[in-house]
């Protein structure tokens, strides 16, 4: 097929096998949304207010459920309900690390059982192959998909060079479950070997570290544009967090501006690069 | 000083600053136990049942928190009272693997509220050094100590070469908060560059992957004895799951038989180790 990012999301997301990439293809371009909103707020109550507000105007909501102290299990049933009401997707953003018996324990089970209600989830590649089996174990029959974290955009990481590329290799072998990857620019080719034919199939990336006027906080996060994103570096998804949510939760018009800006910015972008 | 596994560790505990480290090192001389159990169960009161078993036998319990399903707040009293009639120190193997802002919300916030309980930690370096700062910024000031995973036991794991060198000199560079390494062998010199002068302090190795009988598990996990991880490796504490609590955790007897088996393994080793 024809590298992913010439492609429409709605042609990406007729010909996509995997169930959750497909839902969120399809919620892509439905909303004219590639939009992601990173919710980090520790309350329930302000974490179901932000979600509410920036509903309308995401493709995705992406969640740190083990970051919220009054967390009981009704709040995934708000969480969901919230989800139909604004036609998201749910990517818990867990950055699964451990072996694989580990991992599906932590993915399936405790107080928060990701598997039941989050479409999207993502792992660090390190473990090696173990931790994809692992979760692809519970993901694989719920229809679940998973994110790979190829790179991360902070200062001094590890994830480079051969990391990233057998990070990449390791998707490849398992892209019934892998539907792509957390990173700054698409992953076609890379870790390809002599002899290797590319045959990508067609790998989201969903991009953290996005901003239109920050550029870095004090813990070593640095940002991009939505231009720089998605048209320079052919991403999939913008991800965004305090940027759009700000630090007054109760100023729904306020947020619910930012997030239009944001998600103009990127649709924008996107009909750039399929058009260039 | 002297290579840290040349001396005993009551010297070690003597010289040690980090509160959680110093803790660790005399619990392990006073028990002669240089034995950590991984409690992996599912079920609250499977978890307190198995704790209470090896209580006595070991240094160190190792728990994964987030899956136990029936998990409240009520539990970490109840564990805290082991803790204390046992006279072990408790390791939360939580791998955190984000950015600097998210890992200190998830080690002081959410459900879990690890770093109020928990005297240790981990965390990949995957992210780079605002892992280390994120977390330290919560548990320094309550006297806790971070592990790095500078190696993973894994088949096809990624943290190798170049990344386990970085991992080392993050270590180094905040060893006020970093203790050791979750690794299978010293990391002594490692990562050193022409013209550093080496003051390594005194790391703590501890190490997964230990087993008497069986050699590797379906999902990539390798096994090495007590004997070639503490005598020839020259690693501190052992790290032992299923090997202990099987799978009747009813037989309490027949589990403290199997971690008394790897106790008195593990400290024969040590005291080889020191006697060589």
Redesign the interface.
């Known amino acids: 097929m024809p590298p992913a990012q010439t492609l429409t999301y709605s042609e990406r997301a007729a010909r996509h096998k995997n169930p959750a990439a497909k839902l969120l293809l399809e919620t892509i371009e439905r909303k004219n949304s590639n939009l992601a909103v990173s919710v980090?707020v520790?309350k329930r109550e302000d974490f179901l207010a932000v979600v509410d507000a920036v509903g309308p105007l995401v493709c995705l909501i992406k969640t740190?459920?083990?970051?919220?102290?009054d967390?009981d299990y009704g709040l995934i049933k708000r969480l969901e309900e919230l989800s139909k009401k604004h036609d998201f997707v749910i990517f818990e953003?867990r950055?699964f690390?451990?072996?694989?018996?580990?991992v599906?324990?932590?993915y399936s089970?405790?107080?928060?059982?990701i598997a039941s209600w989050s479409h999207i989830t993502n792992a660090?590649?390190?473990?090696?192959?173990?931790?994809v089996?692992?979760l692809a174990s519970v993901g694989v029959p719920l229809g679940r998909g998973l994110l790979l974290?190829a790179e991360?955009s902070?200062?001094?990481?590890?994830?480079t060079?051969?990391?990233t590329e057998?990070?990449v290799r390791?998707a490849r072998a398992n892209s019934q479950f892998v539907i792509g990857f957390i990173a700054q620019r698409r992953m076609d080719g890379v870790g390809l070997v002599g002899g290797d034919v590319e045959n990508e199939g067609d790998f989201l990336i969903l991009t953290p570290g996005v901003g239109l006027e920050v550029k870095g906080?004090a813990?070593?996060?640095q940002y991009r544009t939505p231009d720089e994103v998605v048209r320079e570096s052919g991403c999939d998804v913008i991800i965004v967090g305090r940027g759009i949510y700000g630090t007054d939760l109760k100023d729904v018009d306020a947020i619910r501006l930012r997030a239009e800006r944001y998600r103009k910015e990127g649709w924008d972008a996107y009909l750039k690069r399929i058009r260039s």
């Open positions: 980090d520790t740190h459920i083990d970051i919220i102290e967390f953003d950055k690390a451990d072996i694989g018996n580990t599906a324990l932590q089970s405790g107080v928060h059982k660090h590649p390190v473990p090696g192959p173990s931790i089996s692992g974290l991360m902070t200062k001094g990481a590890l994830a060079g051969s990391y057998e990070a390791m906080d813990m070593g996060q």
